[in-house]
């Protein structure tokens, strides 16, 4: 069975475009191995990421990724059986949008900060169709290149 699954993480440290190029290098190759899709989300310290697959393979790769030193607080915010991928197109697609556009793409207008949007969203999960449809949109067609 397909499945989407969004988690989020706090970085333990600012990541700078060298490292989240890396991180989307080393994650392209292996999800490609494990047919696994997604986006990686990367806001003010934060990490959003969506993974898409087999069940037990995205299960797998959550219990690794939980265990990565980059990052801390890992929880899964929304999971949910797909009929079809989302990012079909990507291994892992990289966005990094502001606090406020995450934000109005979740349809919080008057929300400001990205741990408002971020404990809304967990506790409102049905705004995470709507708002991966737009990040998918914001994807943009160049990569990200390292510093």
Known sequence: MLIQSVYTSAAIQPMPKSKLYKILVDSRVSNKLADVTGLLVYVDGQFLQVLEGEQEVVAALLEK????????????????GIERRTFN?????????????????????????LESTLKTLENEPNRFPSMLSKLLLAIPEKDLEPE
């Not at 990724?65 to 949910?80: L, W």
């Not at 197109?89 to 900060?113: D, H, I, R």
């Open 89 to 113: 197109a990507w291994q892992m697609a990289y966005v990094s949008p502001s606090a406020k556009e995450l934000a109005t793409w979740a349809g919080l207008s008057n929300t400001t900060t």
């Open 65 to 80: 990724i939980s265990k990565d030193r980059r990052h801390n607080d890992v929880k899964v915010v929304y999971k949910t």
